[in-house]
């Protein structure tokens, strides 16, 4: 079972110098059906054998033969694919109106809630980037105004807001250009030829872009793979579809060459020892090297010391889900369970060696054999914990217990908002890096990339109290600059530093909002709402580029009743879920002035009143008729 789920799945991966990047298929080729496992079974090799052996492949086309990219391609003058480049159109649900108005919220009373949208949008716009590379022109955005490439660690946490202000291309061709560069091994082959770091297949680079074209891979981390995974199922959900990942990509589909980016990780970053995987001597999320010079993370090196974060365990796990349900849309039901055998391995090798019960968090990081501990590292309290919340790796029992002991290391720590990297930090000295001293850069900063998904996971995980009191943190400590979204703020003075118009933290805020507080989901194949305003009232207008489709509600607190009001242009029934104010229930409702029957669903500390039948599309009114609820 366990060398089994390591094999690889059908793709190829390598490194780069920066992140990761995938390769886009430029001719539409439907997948075959998948076909028996070509690897070993189980009881071939030990438990502690190499995972070499790949993911079960589907069956090749009878039509057609794998060859490699630089003979079956057109070229483009530059030895670059152009082909590949033919955009998509999107899944249209809806056809938006002449007077269709972006999206924007409101909450009544919180001036600066609502003006962190003009700091998002303009953030956006600033960091906007064209770029010429193997697929042709393409588009995407860069981490921060001081960053020159596109980023595969950061476009993945940017697409879920980025799909509400922008078209779906935006979402599509950044992930066609990664997954071009993607490192295949094939003799002759001048995509690979560009690769700055050496490469072994499947692998992608970390970063496109920046005027170059060159694969470069950020040797110490471990998420670049995961983080193109992630950016082609948001775009697939947004509205590229199904067919979007059957297209060929540099000669393959799509959705091979993304089973074959996490084959990469498998091969070349799992441990079989402790079954988890493995990234260099950093912090749990970081790119600086422990007590190693005056620069970040390797690009021509591989690393000597080797970590287990509880970062990298989250992030592999989230995309492994999402890339089973994109093979699961391709008919590849046999290749699905494979990814979702392999989740299933690292969240339960994550709870017996990560998850400490005494303490209710995670362990930041696990010294691989032969490092040995310098401090005490367990009592450190990582940001990434709430990502183990955000990502669906942590079991609904640590929910409460990780939140608790992020607010208390917040509140020792006296850091401002949520998004504290850890605490305590590191000792001076550790890293030799000179960002790297205690309550600086990624040892013991504030990040609001990292806030806004502890923040969304608090909502998820049914703390909504918790999730806005932090959100009001936030939205206050932006308003003392208007407009400007830092990289990090350093603790104790609180002046931000890094890089102005960060994006990650545009869209990670982003994202707690429209997908937290306001509970929104809005796609071509579907819509929900879950209101967690409580006890305030307030609204959203959100309009989805990639579908069309447009989304309105307005949530009416009255003490002693809750409205919500919506309308949507989305021509099929949603679901609709209200978050009541602490210690009421509901004693009556009504639908467009018709009893209905609710039922209450608790999801962590938060209590819903659920709409038991499908929500119409259109225009509508639930109003609940709320009563103190009996101790």
């Known amino acids: 079972m366990l060398l089994s789920t390591l094999m690889p799945s059908s793709a190829t991966v390598i490194r780069a110098d920066d992140e990761e990047v995938v390769v886009t298929p430029e001719a539409i080729t439907p997948v075959p059906p998948p076909a028996t496992a070509t690897a070993a079974p189980a009881t071939a090799a030990p438990a502690t054998a190499a995972p070499a052996a790949a993911t079960p492949q589907p069956r090749p086309n009878a039509t057609t033969t794998p060859r490699p990219r630089q003979a079956a391609e057109a070229d483009n003058g530059n030895g670059n694919d152009n082909r590949a480049a033919e955009p998509q159109p999107p899944l249209a649900a809806c056809i938006p109106g002449p007077n269709t108005q972006p999206t924007t919220w409101r909450l009544e009373g919180n001036d600066a809630l609502k003006n962190m949208r003009a700091s998002i949008e303009t953030t956006f716009r600033t960091v906007e980037a064209r770029e010429m590379g193997l697929t042709g022109q393409f588009i995407g955005f860069r981490p921060g105004a001081l960053y020159a490439h596109i980023y595969a660690r950061d476009s993945a946490t940017i697409a879920p807001t980025a799909q509400y202000f922008y078209e779906l291309p935006w979402l599509t061709r950044p992930v066609e250009e990664f997954l071009a560069l993607q490192y295949d091994g094939v003799p002759g082959d001048a995509e690979d030829a560009r690769w700055r770091t050496p490469g072994q297949p499947g692998a992608v680079s970390g970063t496109v872009g920046g005027n170059e074209i060159s694969g470069a891979k950020m040797l110490v981390v471990s998420d670049e793979e995961a983080s193109v995974v992630s950016m082609a199922y948001v775009a697939v959900k947004a509205g590229a579809g199904p067919a979007w990942l059957t297209q060929q990509q540099a000669g393959k589909p799509r959705i091979q060459r993304l089973n074959e980016a996490m084959d990469w990780l498998f091969a070349h970053r799992f441990d079989q020892a ?358």
């Not at 968090?361 to 450190?380: G, M, N, Q, S």
């Open 274 to 631: 402790f079954r988890l995987i493995k990234r260099g001597n950093t912090t749990d999320w970081g790119d600086v090297a422990v007590g190693v010079g005056h620069s970040s993370g390797e690009y021509v090196k591989e690393p000597s010391e080797w970590t287990a974060s509880i970062y990298d365990q989250a992030w592999a796990y989230r995309a492994l889900l999402q890339l089973a349900e994109m093979n699961v849309m391709v008919g590849q039901e046999e290749i699905a369970e494979h990814q979702r055998s392999r989740a299933r391995l690292l969240r339960q090798a994550s709870i017996e060696r990560l998850w400490q019960a005494d303490r209710g968090y995670f362990r930041t990081r696990l010294l691989l054999p032969p490092l040995a501990p310098e401090i005490d590292e367990d009592r450190i309290v990582s940001v990434a914990n709430g990502i183990a919340v955000f990502a669906g790796l942590a079991e609904p029992s640590e929910h409460k217990p990780i939140f608790n002991a992020l607010e208390r290391a917040r509140l020792e720590a006296r850091a401002p908002k949520p998004g504290l990297t850890l605490w305590p930090a590191y000792p001076l000295g550790f890293f030799d890096y000179p960002q790297m001293t205690p309550g600086r850069y990624q040892n013991g900063a504030v990040w609001d990339w990292w806030g806004g998904m502890q923040v969304s996971g608090e909502f998820w995980a049914g703390y909504s109290s918790l999730g806005r009191k932090h959100l009001e943190l936030v939205a206050q400590d932006w308003a003392r600059e208007p407009g400007e979204i830092y990289e990090w703020q350093e603790m104790g003075t609180g002046k931000n530093l890094g890089s102005a118009a960060y994006t990650g933290a545009a869209a990670s805020m982003g994202q707690a909002i429209i997908s937290g507080l306001y509970g929104v989901e809005l796609g071509s194949d579907g819509w929900e709402i879950k209101a967690r305003l409580g006890a305030q009232s307030g609204g959203i207008h959100v309009f989805h580029p990639p579908s069309g489709c447009t989304l309105d509600y307005w949530h009416t607190y009255a003490g002693d009743r809750i409205a919500v009001e919506w309308e949507t242009t989305h021509p099929n029934p949603g679901e609709l879920r209200v978050t009541l104010p602490d210690n009421v229930k509901v004693d009556a409702a009504l639908l467009d002035q018709k009893s209905v029957k609710v039922r209450t669903e608790v999801v962590g500390d938060d209590v819903y009143a659920v709409l038991p039948t499908k929500a119409p599309p259109g225009k509508h009114r639930l109003e609940l008729r709320l009563v103190e609820a009996a101790e």
